[in-house]
């Protein structure tokens, strides 16, 4: 499937309007709410999906620039990878975490709306391509943080 720049910044505005609703007015309580997670995985709050699902939107940005991943981030399979996202972000401050959502939110509109023709028509992609800004997202919004502050 070929893709538009306008149907990509819609899926991903769409989907960071969602999410920020979401987590708009957290208390300090929910932010540290635990995830469903196996004990086999770092055990990831709130705040920790919200860390780990800017990370990889971040990441689109890199991706669209043409960039190389940091060195300390080469060569990770995906355990390795969320492993040094969360060991990133875990003792940061919950609006640390929502500022930076929100900051790179825009930083991925502009680099969309910067990114040539080419990036989005050039070849074929799956239907929900580039996942880290809307599939990904979505799926730890409803999986981990709706279900974790549907908890009482």
């Not at 990904?136 to 943080?145: F, L, M, N, P, Q």
Request: glycine residues 4%; proline residues 6%; neutral net charge.
């Amino acid at each position: 499937m070929r893709h538009t720049r306008e149907e990509v910044i819609q899926r991903t505005i769409q989907e960071f309007d969602l999410l920020d609703q979401l987590v708009a007015n957290l208390s300090e309580a929910e932010w540290q709410r635990p995830l469903p997670r196996p004990e086999t995985k770092d055990p990831w709050t709130v705040k920790d999906a919200l860390a780990h699902v800017t990370h990889w939107k971040a990441d689109v940005i890199r991706a669209i620039r043409g960039g190389r991943r940091p060195p300390e981030e080469r060569g990770l399979n995906w355990t390795d990878g969320n492993r040094l996202i969360y060991l990133r972000w875990r003792d940061r401050s919950p609006q640390e975490v929502l500022a930076w959502h929100r900051q790179v939110h825009a930083d991925v509109l502009t680099a969309l709306r910067a990114a040539p023709d080419d990036w989005f028509t050039g070849k074929d992609r799956r239907l929900e391509w580039p996942n880290d800004l809307a599939g990904h997202i979505a799926y730890h919004r409803v999986k981990d943080i709706e279900q974790a502050l549907a908890k009482i």
